[in-house]
């Protein structure tokens, strides 16, 4: 299969979810060559994004590949009036594939339009942030050897989360059984649910309050991190941050009755949810799921850059 | 030849332009080598360019070296009190050569003084960027096989433009034609003329306005960007931003008459002077013009850092 | 012998360090093999040190090695709440080897408990800066051939100094004898003069209004930079920055009755303490010290990478 860019997983068949998360199996592990000798890699982040950034560049450097770095407010600052259009077009001049993050849905899809190297996006707003996506479902693959029918429960902020939401969207090609389990009135968005319903997706929803009957059901709790910064004031006395911060805690008793085969998945980083001491659990998977990001970057960039010539 | 600094296009001969020009012709593929494997570039930006920047660093990463980057306000604060000499004394110790941007002139200068190493200006202030203007010269080379006796005009703000004054003073080492078509008041001063009657360049002086009757003589149009930033306010009713905004724009109508080998060149970035509708034409060759920055980059890398060995 | 982090020079046994100088004296020379192809260093800086950073980095990738490089604001902002030891399970999921530097005590110890992959510390506050401790013991050991016995004159502020306080500790193991002169009110602390104490130590305290008479006897003159933004404000007439910079200034006079062999070293950078005719003399011997840094560092990311594989 032949890929140019990576925008959104909507552009993604199953199919080709599938032959990702097969190809990536061969760059898990310690084999660290130089396939990638001499591409340059351009990672343009309008927006901040310490771990994603870290992902790539580790991932471009182990194969071998070089990155040209730029970073707010640099970047923005620096071009001088220009549109992205024309910065895209300047960039594609001195590298092999761009990595961009914006905070404008559809800068990615612009960016791809504009270049004739391969765009990836690494994030646009609320929208699309597919890497994430793809690196869930092979952390889910690895761990289980298939997707297909699992009971999947996605816990916390599923209002303003777009992980959760992408993911959903992906878990439901494989016939997963999904579990909304919300904070607050943080509840999963009318235009998701949508999209699952197109799929025929099943669902259930639930409130963080009741996660102790619903976790003995689950082969993943996939938690999320509640953002301060997009939490609204609340004069009106409905949920508010510091009162979520007491309530939505993952307590290690909440665990006594889970399959031993639970995996506990987050994309990082934390803040409160998860207490240290689940850590050494045989149950915790989100360290291993962020070593899985560098992992699946080295294979779309290798089927972006290598495969393609 | 031999070089170690390249800190003004007036302290090199119009046999080493010839040279360097030639030279960088093998690096005009995509054969990216190893040639730089070890070295390592020190990359000082006091004032910032992305694109310079980024053309350097996509230049010596493509040869196998590795990069050192300190940009603003990092650099400054951090040398905590200590002069330039003693920074670059310092930096010396680290790198094999220094690319620096600093925005008053003579400071690539005295960094050369001070330096064991080669130091190369990446532009001081709106004095010398002289690899802007090799650029410049192999772009025209490449596109016409010779530089010597076109017709060339320089247009928009060549009052405070930095690009065409140093290209101006080499284009008449070629005996060229040269047009100067300001934009509102923004002619050229008096010290660039001084030094093209010596070199007893042709020049004719002319005005935006006039530009229809103009185009159809010139091999090359070189457009420039006016700088919003550096125009004054103009109350007494003279030309202003506002002003030249509505008419310093190069409308698709004007190239009706234009030589059908016409090359239209742009140091970008562009702001509204170039209608995107010139992209997809043949004249459009500023793109070109941005990938020629990292292949003549690329033979000066090598040149003071290889050839001198 | 195996490393696995370099947190504190009190870590390291005087057979450790001598083992140590020994090993680093194969990188001193201009071979810039690639013996850490593939490896990936990640250098976070919460605080910033233009030179120490610039150091490891050109170790680093002068050996083969990659750099992902993050320093402040940027890591603090996005790590978004999250705790320097979540930050590190992070940062050891994307690298082989984390060089830090923060300004607080301990943190470099704490990062090495969070993460399986070695760890350097980089300056931990007023603390601990080992590496820069051996890079100073190699300086002497190349200049003299042996550090035991020699007469070590510690210069300027010894009151807030990390360098001297962690110098001064390791060449007590060597039974130099120190000459410490202060410079105002800038006093070696009591902790200090405990430890050396345990350690039989000897040392002779000085007013750097004395030097005349002491230098004479030393074969090393350290000198240190006095920090004007560590400076109190005095306004009971006591020294103060500016009577300080009037006074403590190494005039080539005060060399005149110095031993030939003499060194004159100072961690850099300097402020007025060192005026630039020293540089040409024969005891300047501080930018080959800053040399010696990459020199030591190489050293340590081989030792901690490599050899312990």
Same mark, same amino acid.
């Given at each position: 299969?032949?890929?140019?860019?990576?925008?959104?997983?909507?552009? #993604?068949?199953?199919?080709?979810?599938?032959?990702?998360?097969?190809?990536?199996?061969?760059?898990?592990?310690?084999?660290?060559?130089?396939?990638?000798?001499?591409?340059?890699?351009?990672?343009?982040?309008?927006?901040?994004?310490?771990?994603?950034?870290?992902?790539?560049?580790? !991932?471009?450097?182990?194969?071998?590949? &070089?990155?040209?770095?730029? +970073?707010?407010?640099?970047?923005?600052?620096?071009?001088?009036?220009?549109?992205?259009?024309?910065?895209?077009?300047?960039?594609?001049?001195? !590298?092999?594939? #761009?990595?961009?993050?914006?905070?404008?849905?559809?800068?990615?899809?612009?960016?791809?339009?504009?270049?004739?190297?391969?765009?990836?996006?690494?994030?646009?707003?609320?929208?699309?942030?597919?890497?994430?996506?793809?690196?869930?479902?092979?952390?889910?693959?690895? +761990?289980?050897?298939?997707?297909?029918?699992?009971?999947?429960?996605?816990?916390?902020?599923?209002?303003?989360?777009?992980?959760?939401?992408?993911?959903?969207?992906?878990?439901?090609? $494989?016939?997963?059984?999904?579990?909304?389990?919300?904070?607050?009135?943080?509840?999963?968005?009318?235009?998701?649910?949508?999209? =699952?319903?197109?799929?025929?997706?099943?669902?259930?929803?639930?409130?963080?309050?009741?996660?102790?009957?619903?976790?003995?059901? =689950?082969?993943?709790? $996939?938690?999320?991190?509640?953002?301060?910064?997009?939490?609204?004031?609340?004069?009106?006395?409905?949920?508010?941050?510091?009162?979520? &911060?007491?309530? $939505?805690?993952?307590?290690?008793?909440?665990?006594?009755?889970? &399959?031993?085969? =639970?995996?506990?998945?987050?994309?990082?980083?934390?803040?409160?949810?998860?207490?240290?001491?689940?850590?050494?659990?045989?149950? !915790?998977?989100?360290?291993?799921?962020? +070593?899985?990001?560098?992992?699946?970057?080295?294979? =779309?960039?290798?089927?972006?850059?290598? &495969?393609?010539?």
């Amino acid at each position: 299969m032949r890929f140019k860019d990576i925008i959104s997983i909507n552009d #993604i068949t199953k199919e080709e979810i599938d032959f990702i998360l097969d190809y990536s199996e061969q760059f898990d592990n310690s084999n660290r060559n130089e396939i990638l000798n001499g591409k340059v890699m351009a990672s343009i982040f309008f927006e901040p994004s310490t771990r994603t950034r870290f992902s790539f560049d580790s !991932a471009m450097k182990q194969l071998g590949g &070089k990155v040209l770095s730029f +970073s707010e407010p640099d970047f923005t600052s620096l071009t001088k009036g220009e549109t992205l259009w024309d910065s895209i077009k300047m960039v594609e001049r001195y !590298a092999d594939v #761009i990595i961009i993050r914006h905070k404008l849905e559809g800068a990615a899809r612009l960016a791809s339009e504009a270049a004739n190297i391969p765009v990836i996006n690494a994030g646009d707003g609320t929208n699309q942030h597919p890497t994430q996506t793809l690196l869930d479902l092979y952390t889910i693959k690895k +761990s289980f050897g298939k997707i297909d029918g699992l009971n999947i429960g996605l816990v916390g902020d599923l209002k303003l989360g777009r992980t959760v939401h992408s993911l959903a969207s992906a878990l439901a090609l $494989y016939g997963c059984n999904l579990f909304f389990i919300k904070v607050g009135n943080l509840e999963m968005p009318r235009y998701v649910l949508e999209i =699952l319903d197109e799929r025929n997706a099943k669902y259930e929803k639930h409130d963080f309050l009741d996660i102790k009957e619903i976790i003995p059901k =689950l082969d993943v709790l $996939y938690m999320t991190r509640v953002q301060r910064e997009r939490f609204p004031d609340t004069p009106d006395g409905s949920y508010d941050y510091e009162k979520i &911060k007491s309530i $939505y805690v993952l307590n290690k008793s909440l665990l006594n009755n889970a &399959k031993d085969s =639970l995996k506990i998945m987050h994309p990082l980083p934390r803040v409160f949810e998860i207490p240290k001491e689940i850590d050494n659990t045989k149950y !915790a998977l989100y360290f291993d799921q962020a +070593s899985n990001g560098v992992v699946v970057r080295k294979a =779309l960039l290798d089927l972006v850059l290598r &495969k393609n010539e």
